[in-house]
């Protein structure tokens, strides 16, 4: 596994989750180091799921510890994921959970088998929950307009 090459993706899911950079880079980086330190997780061909369930466990943790910090302005500038205010608007109906699986699926640009796998259901079940995830969004976004 390229550990730059998963940076990026595994940072904004640490993002999504905190709402606040410097959180989602510790959060990041320990991720990485526990990834790293534990043996018993290399060679199983799953590396990039086992980093989101860590980095989705330390954020649990996070929270748990602290509320986090609402996104402010100079985030906002950096992290244009939701420029569009009706998509805004539509992401913020859906559940907690479905936003995350948009998130991994088009931010992140995640396979539906990781996704699958991380949300402990088939491909088939991840694959039919986005169509209707995706269908949920584009009806909130006809009755924006």
């Given at each position: 596994?390229?550990?730059?090459?998963?940076?990026?993706?595994?940072?904004?899911?640490?993002?999504?989750?905190?709402?606040?950079?410097?959180?989602?880079?510790?959060?990041?980086?320990?991720?990485?180091?526990?990834?790293?330190?534990h043996?018993?997780y290399?060679?199983?061909?799953?590396?990039?799921?086992?980093?989101?369930?860590i980095?989705?466990?330390?954020?649990?943790?996070?929270?748990?510890?602290?509320?986090?910090?609402?996104?402010?302005?100079?985030?906002?500038?950096?992290?244009?994921v939701?420029?569009?205010v009706?998509?805004?608007?539509?992401?913020?109906?859906?559940?907690?959970?479905?936003?995350?699986?948009?998130?991994?699926r088009?931010?992140?640009?995640?396979?539906?088998?990781?996704?699958?796998?991380?949300?402990?259901?088939?491909?088939?079940?991840?694959?039919?929950?986005?169509?209707?995830?995706?269908?949920?969004?584009?009806?909130?976004?006809?009755?924006?307009?």
């Amino acid at each position: 596994m390229k550990i730059e090459k998963e940076y990026d993706n595994i940072f904004r899911y640490a993002l999504y989750h905190t709402k606040n950079k410097e959180d989602a880079e510790d959060i990041t980086q320990e991720a990485f180091l526990k990834y790293i330190q534990h043996k018993e997780y290399h060679n199983k061909g799953n590396e990039r799921q086992i980093l989101y369930t860590i980095v989705r466990n330390l954020c649990i943790d996070l929270h748990r510890k602290i509320k986090p910090a609402p996104l402010d302005e100079s985030m906002k500038s950096d992290d244009d994921v939701f420029s569009d205010v009706a998509l805004r608007v539509a992401m913020s109906e859906l559940s907690e959970e479905e936003r995350e699986i948009i998130i991994l699926r088009y931010v992140n640009d995640e396979n539906i088998s990781v996704i699958a796998k991380l949300f402990g259901t088939s491909r088939f079940t991840m694959s039919r929950r986005i169509n209707s995830i995706i269908k949920k969004l584009k009806n909130a976004l006809r009755e924006e307009n």
